[in-house]
């Protein structure tokens, strides 16, 4: 997930963290327009899920373009994965995507973040609202549930606009075996067969999936800025403790 300057959270001071190199060792394509590279860094130090990498570009003339990209891979995994969705006239995106292939190296720091995290021992219940590629992070977050073989109480909800859209779609109906309640809901396309949802994530939605307000769930939310703002709202509105819906949002970048 490829975020913006609005994207400016109460984390640790970044100049603590140094650049290093990875090294691409595989490329997966999740959808059309997404992929998720499997990078090497000897000096990585081990994540939370939920956190986040600052990545970083350098053009032969020196020009250099940065952005921040959620982590998709769960802290027991030792290579670290970034799933990147090409954005249109994306700068860096559309360079990752269209470029960048098994064997290059690329220029990280991190992690960053320890607001929008969960860990097996934190428990649950837990509710994930994904808008998008703002579903990366809690992916991370399920693989760490999955790898922790871990029974939390765990009800996801993806928005996108059309099926093909949806990332880690087969990895996600794995999750089911394993208890994980999985909704998900399209604003533009639906195919014929489509027995989900159909339009946009409202309070009468997010009272289905639950759990309630009472069972004091953890919530994690992510996506683009609007998407965060009206589900969170929709959420407190409901009962639930604004301190335990946790958010994190993207904006336009310019790619």
């Known amino acids: 997930m490829e975020r913006g300057a609005v994207l400016e959270r109460l984390t640790p001071r970044r100049a603590r963290l140094r650049w290093q190199l990875g090294t691409v060792r595989a490329v997966r394509e999740e959808t059309p327009r997404a992929k998720t590279y499997v990078l090497s860094l000897p000096a990585w130090p081990g994540h939370l899920a939920g956190q986040h990498v600052d990545l970083r570009l350098t053009a032969e003339d020196g020009y250099q373009a940065e952005r921040s990209y959620s982590i998709a891979s769960p802290p027991e995994e030792r290579d670290v994965w970034l799933t990147v969705e090409r954005l249109d006239d994306g700068e ?8 960048v292939e098994p064997g290059d190296v690329l220029e990280l720091r991190g992690p960053i973040g320890g607001y929008f995290t969960w860990q097996a021992a934190d428990g649950g219940p837990l509710l994930l609202v994904a808008g998008g590629s703002g579903l990366v992070p809690l992916a991370a977050m399920l693989r760490h549930r999955a790898a922790r073989r871990a029974s939390v109480d765990t009800r996801l909800l993806v ?4 099926v093909e859209d949806v990332l880690y779609r087969d990895e996600l109906e794995g999750f089911r075996a394993d208890g994980v309640v999985v909704h998900y809901t399209l604003t533009r396309d639906a195919p014929a067969n489509w027995s ?3 339009r946009r994530v409202d309070a009468a939605m997010l009272h289905d999936v639950g759990p309630e307000a009472g069972a004091s769930p953890r919530v994690y939310v992510c996506g683009p800025t609007a998407f965060v703002e009206a589900v969170a709202d929709a959420l407190v509105a409901a009962g639930h403790e604004a301190r335990r ?3 994190e949002r993207f904006g336009p970048t310019g790619g």
């Open 92 to 99: 860096v995106s559309g360079y990752l995507t269209g470029v």
């Open 159 to 162: 928005s996108t606009g059309r």
């Open 196 to 198: 989900g949802w159909t």
């Open 245 to 247: 819906v946790k958010t």
